[in-house]
Nanobody
Framework: QLQLVESGGGLVQPGGSLRLSCAAS????????VGWFRQAPGKEREGVSC????????NYADSVKGRFTISRDNAKNTVYLQMNSLKSEDTAIYYC?????????????????WGQGTQVTVSS
């Protein structure tokens, strides 16, 4: 079974931090670029960050640049999204996705496999 499972979401106060994990099951991520996406209520899906197979190339949405960091540990078959200085505007369901090409993209249509999402809520 080809699965991506997100974890690490939860409730955090503004200014706080969370680290999301995206673990692959049934396949190995060392042939895939990976992206993080989010969707807030009433809003379109937004590409947040993405990373190439070996981590050499990363992209970030302007809204998270300087606050979020994407990384990967292929030995653990996992990609991470470290989220710092969280704002209420970051509240959304966060999804990870994988594509069998090295060049990362913030366009969700480029991705082949998707996780079920994890809820991030930033509120005081």
């Amino acid at each position: 079974q080809l699965q991506l499972v997100e974890s690490g979401g939860g409730l955090v106060q503004p200014g706080g931090s969370l680290r999301l994990s995206c673990a692959a099951s049934g396949f190995t991520l060392d042939y895939y670029a990976v992206g993080w996406f989010r969707q807030a209520p009433g809003k379109e899906r937004e590409g947040v960050s993405c990373i190439s197979i070996y981590g050499g190339r990363t992209n970030y949405a302007d809204s998270v640049k300087g606050r979020f960091t994407i990384s990967r540990d292929n030995a653990k078959n996992t990609v991470y999204l470290q989220m710092n200085s969280l704002k209420s505007e970051d509240t959304a369901i966060y999804y990870c996705a994988a594509r069998r090409l090295d060049w990362p993209s913030l366009n969700g249509a480029a991705y082949d496999y998707w996780g079920q999402g994890t809820q991030v809520t930033v509120s005081s």
